[in-house]
């Protein structure tokens, strides 16, 4: 079992739709919870973290934490083209593990 | 600040050569981290540091892959020989200890 898990996609959403993007961990002794978006070609960006159960919401986005079902999900609200990109997960527990990203088309 | 600087952007080399990445983290930083990303595999960490001194280099593939961290302001991954499976995009990042990572523009490295 991968230790960070995410679905490669690409999730299509339509512009102005909430896009939904879920990741699953395997270690329960993980703490800090990281969203980085990277842009084709680019470095990894933070956008979201979360460290406690339930929701975080920052603008257009909404950072959601389950420890006991071992799951951190990423909404974006009014989903823009220039939100298309691919959205990579990462857990820290004695080291910090991304996932493999899920890749979001938002189209027009 | 300028940022986590990286060099070169582009690295193209022949198999058996020696390969140096450059990075520069964030002032006040005190984590640096090394991450390989490749589409198969994603991103990977090679081996991350914490006031200079390596913390975890398990991710380090093998022998022919080594870093350094001289001081606060300066890091270096060395592939000697390089190979072909060596070929993917190496990201530096750094961070507080709070583990926000900010990351460099990367190094292009295809070996060939």
């Known amino acids: 079992q991968k230790e960070v898990e995410q679905n490669s996609g690409p999730l299509s959403v339509p512009e102005g739709a909430i896009a939904s993007l879920n990741c699953t961990y395997s270690?329960?002794?993980?703490?800090?919870f990281f969203w980085y978006r990277q842009y084709s070609g680019k470095s990894p960006e933070l956008i979201m973290f979360?460290?406690?159960?339930g929701d975080k919401e920052d603008g257009r986005f909404t950072a959601q934490l389950n420890k006991a079902s071992q799951y951190v999900s990423l909404l974006i609200r009014d989903s823009q083209p220039s939100d298309s990109a691919t959205y990579l997960c990462a857990v820290t527990a004695s080291k910090l593990t991304f996932g493999t990203g899920t890749r979001l088309q938002v189209t027009l | 600040d300028a940022g986590v600087i990286q060099s070169p952007r582009h690295e193209v080399t022949e198999m058996g050569q020696e390969v140096t990445l450059r990075c520069k983290p964030i002032?006040?930083?005190?984590?640096l981290f090394w991450y390989r990303q490749t589409m198969m595999r994603g991103l990977e960490l090679l081996i991350y540091f914490n006031n200079n001194v390596p913390i975890d280099d398990s991710g380090m593939p093998e022998d022919r892959f080594s870093a350094k961290m001289p001081n606060a302001s300066f890091s270096t991954l060395k592939i000697q020989p390089s190979e072909p499976r060596d070929s993917a995009v190496y990201f530096c990042?750094?961070?507080?200890?709070?583990?926000?990572?900010?990351f460099g523009s990367g190094t292009q490295l295809s070996v060939l």
């Open positions: 270690d329960r002794g993980s703490q800090s």
């Open positions: 979360i460290y406690s159960n």
């Open positions: 002032s006040g930083h005190d984590y």
């Open positions: 990042a750094s961070s507080l200890p709070d583990k926000k990572l900010f």
